[in-house]
T-cell receptor, first 116, second 114 residues
Framework: NAGVMQNPRHLVRRRGQEARLRCSPM?????VYWYRQLPEEGLKFMVY????????ESGMPKERFSAEFPKEGPSILRIQQVVRGDSAAYFC??????????????FGPGTRLTVT | GDSVTQMEGPVTLSEEAFLTINCTYT??????LFWYVQYPGEGLQLLLK?????DKGSNKGFEATYRKETTSFHLEKGSVQVSDSAVYFC?????????????FGAGTRLAVHP
Protein backbone atom coordinates (compact mmCIF):
# COMPACT_ATOMS: atom_id res chain seq x y z
CA ASN A 1 0.00 0.00 0.00
CA ALA A 2 1.73 3.11 -1.21
CA GLY A 3 2.03 5.97 1.23
CA VAL A 4 1.34 9.62 0.62
CA MET A 5 3.15 10.73 -2.51
CA GLN A 6 4.32 14.20 -3.31
CA ASN A 7 5.97 15.53 -6.41
CA PRO A 8 8.21 17.02 -7.29
CA ARG A 9 10.53 16.41 -4.35
CA HIS A 10 12.58 19.45 -5.22
CA LEU A 11 11.41 22.49 -7.17
CA VAL A 12 13.39 25.56 -8.14
CA ARG A 13 11.57 28.62 -9.37
CA ARG A 14 12.65 32.17 -10.20
CA ARG A 15 10.88 35.07 -8.57
CA GLY A 16 7.59 35.75 -10.30
CA GLN A 17 7.07 32.23 -11.62
CA GLU A 18 4.35 29.83 -10.54
CA ALA A 19 4.92 26.75 -8.40
CA ARG A 20 2.60 23.73 -8.50
CA LEU A 21 2.97 21.10 -5.82
CA ARG A 22 1.11 17.80 -6.06
CA CYS A 23 -0.04 15.40 -3.39
CA SER A 24 -1.59 11.98 -3.87
CA PRO A 25 -3.14 10.74 -0.63
CA MET A 26 -2.96 7.20 0.61
CA UNK A 27 -5.43 4.79 -0.92
CA UNK A 28 -8.78 5.13 0.78
CA UNK A 29 -8.03 8.56 2.24
CA UNK A 30 -10.31 11.42 1.30
CA UNK A 31 -8.87 14.15 3.53
CA VAL A 32 -5.76 16.16 2.71
CA TYR A 33 -3.82 18.68 4.77
CA TRP A 34 -1.01 20.97 3.61
CA TYR A 35 1.71 22.25 5.93
CA ARG A 36 4.66 24.57 5.38
CA GLN A 37 7.99 24.27 7.15
CA LEU A 38 10.21 27.32 7.01
CA PRO A 39 13.92 26.79 7.72
CA GLU A 40 14.56 25.92 11.37
CA GLU A 41 10.85 26.06 12.20
CA GLY A 42 8.11 23.57 12.84
CA LEU A 43 5.33 22.68 10.46
CA LYS A 44 2.58 25.26 10.16
CA PHE A 45 -0.91 24.31 9.02
CA MET A 46 -2.01 25.88 5.76
CA VAL A 47 -5.18 24.26 4.47
CA TYR A 48 -7.47 21.27 4.97
CA UNK A 49 -9.41 19.82 2.06
CA UNK A 50 -11.85 17.05 1.36
CA UNK A 51 -12.72 15.93 -2.14
CA UNK A 52 -13.86 19.03 -4.05
CA UNK A 53 -14.16 21.10 -0.87
CA UNK A 54 -11.91 23.42 1.09
CA UNK A 55 -12.79 22.94 4.75
CA UNK A 56 -10.31 25.26 6.45
CA GLU A 57 -7.83 27.57 4.75
CA SER A 58 -7.12 29.72 7.77
CA GLY A 59 -3.38 29.07 7.58
CA MET A 60 -2.97 30.01 3.96
CA PRO A 61 -1.74 33.45 2.89
CA LYS A 62 -4.60 35.46 1.43
CA GLU A 63 -2.84 36.21 -1.83
CA ARG A 64 -0.97 34.13 -4.38
CA PHE A 65 -1.71 30.78 -2.68
CA SER A 66 -4.53 28.42 -3.62
CA ALA A 67 -5.30 24.75 -3.12
CA GLU A 68 -7.64 22.25 -4.64
CA PHE A 69 -8.52 18.58 -4.30
CA PRO A 70 -10.55 17.57 -7.33
CA LYS A 71 -12.81 14.57 -7.60
CA GLU A 72 -10.17 12.85 -9.69
CA GLY A 73 -6.43 13.29 -9.37
CA PRO A 74 -4.08 14.66 -6.77
CA SER A 75 -4.42 17.66 -4.53
CA ILE A 76 -2.61 20.71 -5.89
CA LEU A 77 -1.06 23.55 -3.94
CA ARG A 78 -0.42 26.48 -6.27
CA ILE A 79 1.76 29.47 -5.51
CA GLN A 80 1.61 32.28 -8.03
CA GLN A 81 4.34 34.91 -8.52
CA VAL A 82 6.66 33.25 -6.05
CA VAL A 83 8.95 35.35 -3.84
CA ARG A 84 12.09 34.34 -1.94
CA GLY A 85 10.10 34.10 1.28
CA ASP A 86 8.11 31.21 -0.21
CA SER A 87 11.23 29.02 -0.07
CA ALA A 88 10.31 26.22 2.32
CA ALA A 89 9.42 22.56 2.58
CA TYR A 90 5.75 21.88 1.87
CA PHE A 91 4.29 18.73 3.38
CA CYS A 92 1.06 17.02 2.58
CA UNK A 93 -0.74 14.65 4.93
CA UNK A 94 -3.81 12.52 4.40
CA UNK A 95 -6.31 10.75 6.60
CA UNK A 96 -9.48 8.74 6.42
CA UNK A 97 -12.74 10.38 7.35
CA UNK A 98 -12.16 12.95 10.02
CA UNK A 99 -14.04 12.50 13.23
CA UNK A 100 -13.76 13.41 16.87
CA UNK A 101 -11.70 10.31 17.54
CA UNK A 102 -9.06 11.71 15.29
CA UNK A 103 -7.96 9.61 12.37
CA UNK A 104 -4.18 9.64 12.04
CA UNK A 105 -2.58 11.91 9.53
CA UNK A 106 0.04 10.23 7.34
CA PHE A 107 2.70 12.49 5.90
CA GLY A 108 4.36 12.57 2.51
CA PRO A 109 8.09 13.20 1.98
CA GLY A 110 7.58 16.86 1.19
CA THR A 111 8.42 19.20 -1.67
CA ARG A 112 11.35 21.50 -1.11
CA LEU A 113 10.75 24.75 -2.95
CA THR A 114 13.65 27.08 -3.62
CA VAL A 115 12.99 30.50 -5.09
CA THR A 116 15.99 32.16 -6.71
CA GLY B 1 -3.27 30.57 21.56
CA ASP B 2 -2.46 26.88 21.35
CA SER B 3 1.25 26.20 20.96
CA VAL B 4 4.08 23.73 21.47
CA THR B 5 7.57 24.58 22.70
CA GLN B 6 10.42 22.12 22.51
CA MET B 7 14.08 22.38 23.37
CA GLU B 8 16.38 23.76 20.76
CA GLY B 9 18.85 21.56 19.03
CA PRO B 10 21.00 20.20 17.87
CA VAL B 11 21.36 17.57 20.54
CA THR B 12 24.58 15.61 20.09
CA LEU B 13 25.07 12.34 21.94
CA SER B 14 27.31 9.33 21.89
CA GLU B 15 25.82 5.94 21.17
CA GLU B 16 24.15 4.33 24.23
CA ALA B 17 23.71 7.68 25.99
CA PHE B 18 20.43 8.68 27.63
CA LEU B 19 18.19 11.02 25.67
CA THR B 20 15.71 13.62 26.86
CA ILE B 21 14.01 16.11 24.56
CA ASN B 22 11.77 18.52 26.44
CA CYS B 23 8.34 19.50 25.18
CA THR B 24 5.74 21.74 26.82
CA TYR B 25 2.43 22.87 25.45
CA THR B 26 -0.30 25.47 25.84
CA UNK B 27 -3.81 24.44 24.90
CA UNK B 28 -7.32 25.68 25.61
CA UNK B 29 -8.91 22.24 25.48
CA UNK B 30 -7.81 18.67 26.15
CA UNK B 31 -5.30 17.82 23.48
CA UNK B 32 -3.78 14.56 22.42
CA LEU B 33 0.00 14.70 22.30
CA PHE B 34 2.38 13.25 19.75
CA TRP B 35 6.00 12.80 18.88
CA TYR B 36 6.88 12.59 15.20
CA VAL B 37 10.29 11.73 13.74
CA GLN B 38 11.69 12.93 10.43
CA TYR B 39 14.64 11.03 8.98
CA PRO B 40 16.79 12.81 6.38
CA GLY B 41 14.94 13.32 3.12
CA GLU B 42 11.75 11.73 4.37
CA GLY B 43 8.36 12.81 5.63
CA LEU B 44 7.19 12.78 9.23
CA GLN B 45 6.45 9.44 10.86
CA LEU B 46 4.39 9.05 13.99
CA LEU B 47 6.68 7.83 16.78
CA LEU B 48 4.30 7.69 19.75
CA LYS B 49 1.23 9.34 21.19
CA UNK B 50 -0.81 9.82 24.35
CA UNK B 51 -4.45 10.84 24.40
CA UNK B 52 -5.09 11.75 28.05
CA UNK B 53 -3.33 12.79 31.22
CA UNK B 54 -0.90 10.25 32.73
CA ASP B 55 -0.92 8.12 29.57
CA LYS B 56 2.50 6.89 28.52
CA GLY B 57 3.26 6.48 24.85
CA SER B 58 6.09 4.17 23.85
CA ASN B 59 7.65 2.83 20.67
CA LYS B 60 11.09 1.61 19.59
CA GLY B 61 12.53 2.24 23.05
CA PHE B 62 11.23 5.82 23.16
CA GLU B 63 8.79 6.91 25.87
CA ALA B 64 6.85 10.02 26.77
CA THR B 65 4.31 10.61 29.55
CA TYR B 66 1.43 13.09 29.28
CA ARG B 67 1.81 15.36 32.32
CA LYS B 68 -1.16 17.67 32.64
CA GLU B 69 0.10 19.35 35.82
CA THR B 70 3.26 20.52 34.11
CA THR B 71 1.76 20.63 30.57
CA SER B 72 4.68 18.55 29.35
CA PHE B 73 5.36 15.55 27.13
CA HIS B 74 9.12 14.98 27.31
CA LEU B 75 10.64 12.35 25.03
CA GLU B 76 13.13 9.89 26.56
CA LYS B 77 15.19 6.94 25.47
CA GLY B 78 17.54 5.01 27.67
CA SER B 79 20.17 4.13 25.10
CA VAL B 80 20.30 5.88 21.73
CA GLN B 81 21.69 4.42 18.53
CA VAL B 82 23.26 6.06 15.51
CA SER B 83 20.11 5.15 13.58
CA ASP B 84 18.08 7.42 15.89
CA SER B 85 19.70 10.49 14.31
CA ALA B 86 16.79 12.52 12.98
CA VAL B 87 14.62 15.55 13.72
CA TYR B 88 11.98 15.03 16.39
CA PHE B 89 8.76 17.05 16.48
CA CYS B 90 6.39 17.36 19.40
CA UNK B 91 2.79 18.11 18.44
CA UNK B 92 -0.63 18.51 19.96
CA UNK B 93 -3.96 17.71 18.38
CA UNK B 94 -7.16 19.55 19.23
CA UNK B 95 -10.68 19.05 17.96
CA UNK B 96 -11.66 22.49 16.77
CA UNK B 97 -13.95 23.78 14.06
CA UNK B 98 -15.29 20.30 13.39
CA UNK B 99 -12.02 18.55 12.75
CA UNK B 100 -8.72 17.69 14.34
CA UNK B 101 -5.87 20.21 14.07
CA UNK B 102 -2.21 19.39 14.55
CA UNK B 103 0.08 22.05 16.01
CA PHE B 104 3.81 21.37 15.88
CA GLY B 105 6.86 22.48 17.79
CA ALA B 106 9.91 23.74 15.94
CA GLY B 107 11.66 20.38 15.99
CA THR B 108 14.82 19.17 17.69
CA ARG B 109 17.66 17.71 15.66
CA LEU B 110 19.38 14.72 17.26
CA ALA B 111 22.81 13.57 16.12
CA VAL B 112 24.16 10.32 17.58
CA HIS B 113 27.84 9.49 17.09
CA PRO B 114 29.41 6.03 17.37
Amino acid sequence: NAGVMQNPRHLVRRRGQEARLRCSPMKGHSHVYWYRQLPEEGLKFMVYLQKENIIDESGMPKERFSAEFPKEGPSILRIQQVVRGDSAAYFCASSQEGDRLGREQYFGPGTRLTVT
Amino acid sequence: GDSVTQMEGPVTLSEEAFLTINCTYTATGYPSLFWYVQYPGEGLQLLLKATKADDKGSNKGFEATYRKETTSFHLEKGSVQVSDSAVYFCALRLFSGGYNKLIFGAGTRLAVHP
